[in-house]
T-cell receptor, first 115, second 112 residues
Framework: DTGVSQDPRHKITKRGQNVTFRCDPISEHNRLYWYRQTLGQGPEFLTYFQNEAQLEKSRLLSDRFSAERPKGSFSTLEIQRTEQGDSAMYLC?????????????FGPGTRLLVL | GNSVTQMEGPVTLSEEAFLTINCTYTATGYPSLFWYVQYPGEGLQLLLKATKADDKGSNKGFEATYRKETTSFHLEKGSVQVSDSAVYFCALQMDSSYKLIFGSGTRLLVRP
């Protein structure tokens, strides 16, 4: 199996611009997660999908953030009107199964820098 | 709310030294507990996990025991190698949610 892939790996943008990140999970994985990690901190949960349904969203996910998983395969995370505080590593993970405690497999992340 | 606290790093050890990285948690209920590792330039990888009290997770010479009485899940290894240099994250997951709640991470540096 190929692992979770994310694109782009790095993104530099100016404040106020919109950005979109893509995540391709491991094939057949039904659950997909987005996390955000700032320097020196652990990842923080943003949202997760089971197939195409978005089932949980963190309060961290403000109105400027939107995530989709249109066909239950890849997912996109869009940030509108970026702010400097959005600078972080955005991690995607996927898992297969029907139980909590199943292993989440993480991608390499997309590092966002907002100038 | 539910949270994880890890010892601050960096932890610097000589090769073949004994490693302990402390992790304690606060949770309403009985979470599953995980250790993830992030090697330089790589994504997070699951190292080990334990899903109920007194369970011991183990992998690659690392061990951690789920201690309900002390709400802890300390990571140990008897003899570290240079290749173990990485950032280690403790995390919990409640039965009611698929999200992982991570600690802030502990950087380990092993010198030859």
């Amino acid at each position: 199996d190929t692992g979770v892939s994310q694109d782009p790996r790095h993104k530099i943008t100016k404040r106020g611009q919109n950005v979109t990140f893509r995540c391709d999970p491991i094939s057949e994985h039904n659950r997909l997660y987005w996390y955000r990690q700032t320097l020196g901190q652990g990842p923080e949960f943003l949202t997760y999908f089971q197939n195409e349904a978005q089932l949980e969203k963190s309060r961290l996910l403000s109105d400027r953030f939107s995530a989709e998983r249109p066909k239950g395969s890849f997912s996109t995370l869009e940030i509108q009107r970026t702010e400097q505080g959005d600078s972080a590593m955005y991690l995607c993970a996927s898992s297969l199964g029907s139980r909590v405690q199943e292993t989440q497999y993480f991608g390499p992340g997309t590092r966002l820098l907002v100038l | 709310g539910n949270s994880v606290t890890q010892m601050e790093g960096p932890v610097t050890l000589s090769e073949e030294a004994f490693l302990t990285i402390n992790c304690t948690y606060t949770a309403t209920g009985y979470p599953s507990l995980f250790w993830y590792v992030q090697y330089p330039g790589e994504g997070l990888q699951l190292l080990l996990k334990a899903t109920k009290a007194d369970d011991k997770g183990s992998n690659k010479g690392f061990e951690a025991t789920y201690r309900k009485e002390t709400t802890s899940f300390h990571l140990e290894k008897g003899s570290v190698q240079v290749s173990d240099s990485a950032v280690y994250f403790c995390a919990l997951q409640m039965d009611s949610s698929y999200k992982l709640i991570f600690g802030s991470g502990t950087r380990l540096l092993v010198r030859p």
